[in-house]
């Protein structure tokens, strides 16, 4: 009895920390050429995780990105270059996979739209400058216009306008 529990707890632990044990056997990945590994984890720095979206697969934990990263391991493996792999992923997950999209006509927005709002943005302070300079002038030349005289009428004007 006193075994059997012993067994049990023992059996417990190694559970709890199985899944640490299979996140590290994931990542040991043996190449027999140091250019495939070089290449393996820069891919890994260059593809999305389609589950975290925000990570790159070589950040990520998700199962998902296990499989992307076994998928990849294969591929070099198989003799695979970058421009293949990136066409086999994009063919299976569409260009949300890559980090930095390619520039063609679905993506052409993506690339352009920043420039084109930028250019957009300092044209319209060139212009917001230009009419305050323009508005500010018209203001300094029509009291230099106006003698000191034609103020002092106004003045009195306006004080009497206001006592009434």
């Known amino acids: 009895?006193?075994?059997?529990?012993l067994t049990l707890i023992v059996a417990l632990l190694a559970g709890l920390h199985a899944p640490h044990w299979a996140a590290a056997?994931?990542?040991?990945?043996?190449?027999?050429?140091p250019d495939q590994r070089q290449m393996y984890y820069a891919l890994?720095?260059?593809?999305r995780c389609l589950k975290c979206q925000n990570q790159n697969l070589a950040d990520s934990n998700a199962s998902l990105a296990g499989d992307l990263r076994?998928?990849?391991r294969d591929q070099i493996l198989a003799g695979k270059g970058q421009s293949d792999?990136?066409?086999?992923?994009?063919?299976?997950?569409?260009?949300?996979?890559?980090y930095r999209p390619r520039f063609g006509g679905k993506t052409a927005v993506l690339w352009i739209a920043p420039f084109a709002l930028l250019i957009i943005a300092l044209g319209g302070m060139v212009l917001?400058?230009?009419?305050?300079?323009?508005?500010?002038?018209?203001?300094?030349?029509?009291?230099?216009a106006e003698s000191q005289e034609q103020l002092n009428a106004r003045l009195e004007k306006a004080k009497r306008l206001l006592e009434d």
């Open 85 to 98: 792999i990136d066409e086999y992923l994009v063919a299976r997950y569409g260009e949300f996979v890559l």
């Open 70 to 72: 076994r998928e990849i």
């Open 25 to 33: 056997a994931d990542e040991l990945v043996a190449f027999d050429d």
């Open 44 to 47: 890994l720095k260059e593809y």
């Open 1 to 5: 009895m006193r075994f059997s529990s």
């Open 128 to 144: 917001m400058v230009r009419h305050r300079k323009q508005a500010m002038g018209e203001g300094v030349r029509i009291v230099q």
